[in-house]
């Protein structure tokens, strides 16, 4: 009885979260939306940063249908690219580097939402091209069943005789922040990534680097022994197969706290869905919403239940993660990474 109380407690809790979100939209948004009748997203799914729950929110509060199909941030602004008035996507999300190339192309449909001066000023194109709706941080994650002594520093990584997973490098933000983290906990910067390629190619002569994308299912599977992966999706991917047969941890040497931006296709068949979809995101239920998801909402002003605070990591284990300072830089040399990577690292593949 309890445990059913609990239940319809939260959800009216959650109920009045998304009415008071729904507030604050202007209502010829509202309505010109609600005619739509979808969205559909790229690079959005169920499982990546609590996505699931911002969907089904749409759907119920709106009637949006949804479908998403999952790819890197690349391949996103390729599709806006290429696909123009065929478009089959209406919003995507992408690593914070690739916001400002979306917007450069000229694929990106402007919207400030209505929590726009909640968003930190560093976090979002000055015109509403993109915008930060949450943070994350890059992390281990071992298979304890694998990994006798899951890592703890970039260094322990060369010394142990596990296989480490850092998924499309030149492709996916994921993985070139990875590489980020690495150069900043080795000595690197923005601009002199080297540190960290010289540790990957030593991983790559070992033959202990896999360029895999890491998944639930191969999580799973115990086809992946350690991976590097954003905060949010290892501790999801944990606490969804078994919280203690995986090690999560963020690397006490450093790493690098970055983030994701929406960005709405300048030929979206559903312009105004995304729009909403963008005002969700970023009111307090959705920010919420992506907190249970692990991320770490970007409105600093929002109130976490406590259930949400204790999923997530220490905040000790950030003392030595920072935020990228030259956004310029780091953006010529991720232009540069997939030409280094192949030939400092993917040479000495085995």
């Known amino acids: 009885m309890k445990h059913h109380i609990w239940a319809f407690a939260l959800a009216l809790v959650l109920t009045a979260t998304a009415a008071s979100a729904a507030s604050s939209v202007p209502q010829d948004l509202l309505r010109a939306a609600k005619a739509e009748g979808e969205v559909n997203s790229v690079g959005m799914p ?12 749409l759907k119920v509060k709106f009637g949006l249908s949804h479908q998403d199909t999952d790819m890197s941030s690349a391949q ?6 290429a696909e123009k ?52 941080t890059i992390a281990f994650i071992s298979n304890n069943n694998i990994v006798k002594n899951p890592p703890k520093t970039w260094q322990d990584l060369l010394d142990g005789d596990y296989k ?18 690495c150069a900043f906990a080795t000595g690197g910067s923005e ?27 191969n999580l799973e599977k115990g086809e992946v022994e350690m991976a590097l992966l954003w905060d949010f999706n290892a501790l999801n991917y944990r606490d969804s ?7 999560v941890s963020i690397p006490r040497d450093g790493s690098i706290i970055s983030g994701y931006a929406t960005v709405i296709n300048k030929y979206a068949k559903h312009p ?16 919420i919403n992506l907190a249970r998801g692990y991320a770490r909402p970007i409105r600093t002003n929002i ?23 030259d956004f310029d830089t780091w953006n010529r040399t991720a232009r540069k990474l997939s030409r280094l990577w192949q030939e400092r690292v993917l040479i000495h593949m085995q």
């Open 46 to 57: 169920d499982t990546w940063a609590n996505w699931k729950d911002t969907w089904r929110d």
């Open 76 to 81: 996103e602004i390729a599709k806006f690219a």
């Open 85 to 136: 008035n065929s478009a089959t996507a209406d919003i995507g999300d992408v690593g914070f580097a690739f916001g400002p190339i979306a917007k450069k192309k000229g694929v990106t449909l402007p919207y400030k939402p209505t929590t726009w001066d909640d968003i930190p000023a560093w976090a979002k194109d000055k015109d509403g091209h993109w915008m930060l709706g949450y943070t994350g």
């Open 164 to 181: 480490v997973t850092v998924g499309d490098v030149g492709s996916a933000a994921q993985a070139n922040n990875a590489v980020l983290a």
């Open 191 to 217: 601009a002199d990534i080297s540190p960290a390629l010289n540790l990957f190619a030593q991983l790559a002569k070992q033959g202990r680097l896999s360029l895999s994308d890491t998944s639930l299912a």
């Open 241 to 247: 197969i078994d919280h203690d047969r995986f090690t």
């Open 272 to 287: 105004n869905a995304a729009k909403l979809a963008r005002e969700y995101i970023l009111s307090d239920a959705g920010q």
């Open 303 to 325: 109130t976490l239940p406590a259930d949400v605070q204790n999923m997530l990591l220490p905040n000790e284990q950030y003392s030595n993660a920072k935020p990228i300072g």
